[in-house]
């Protein structure tokens, strides 16, 4: 009984410490996850869109802050309609938002570049 005094005496402080600690630097654990390690390997290409993707832009009225911010970063990829072992560039299927999704995005992801084939409104 005294030995698990001690061990919770040190371990309840070293908790909240670490948990200060990594709080302040912004670290998590949900960037670990396929769906978070996707999107952000696709934030940081280049962005190139086809005809077709552009004009879907327009009809809708997204502008690429809004694709970027919001479509993109929010968006859920759904591994089972997409290619992702395909080489050299997988193929991805991404739905926006996570529930009752309105919007999907077929894309390309390259070395370089991500291109962006087709935009899709659902409802």
């Known amino acids: 009984m005294k030995k698990l005094k001690f061990y919770l ?7 909240i410490i670490v948990f200060f600690i990594l709080n302040k630097k912004g670290a998590s ?5 396929p769906n978070s390690r ?5 934030l940081s290409k280049d ?3 086809s005809e077709s993707f ?3 832009m327009s009809i809708h009225k997204i502008d690429e802050k809004f694709l970027r911010d919001s479509i993109i970063t929010l968006g859920k990829v ?15 299927l991404l739905m926006y ?8 995005i077929t894309y390309e992801k390259c070395e370089e570049t991500a291109t962006l084939n087709s935009l899709k409104k659902l409802k």
């Open 54 to 56: 552009k004009s879907e």
């Open 97 to 104: 938002p996570k529930e009752n999704p309105v919007y999907e």
């Open 9 to 15: 005496i040190g371990l309840i402080p070293g908790l």
């Open 78 to 92: 759904d591994f089972d309609r997409s290619q992702a072992q395909k080489k050299p560039c997988p193929n991805y």
């Open 29 to 33: 654990c949900s960037g670990y996850l």
């Open 38 to 42: 996707v999107i952000a390997e696709t």
């Open 47 to 49: 962005f190139k869109y």
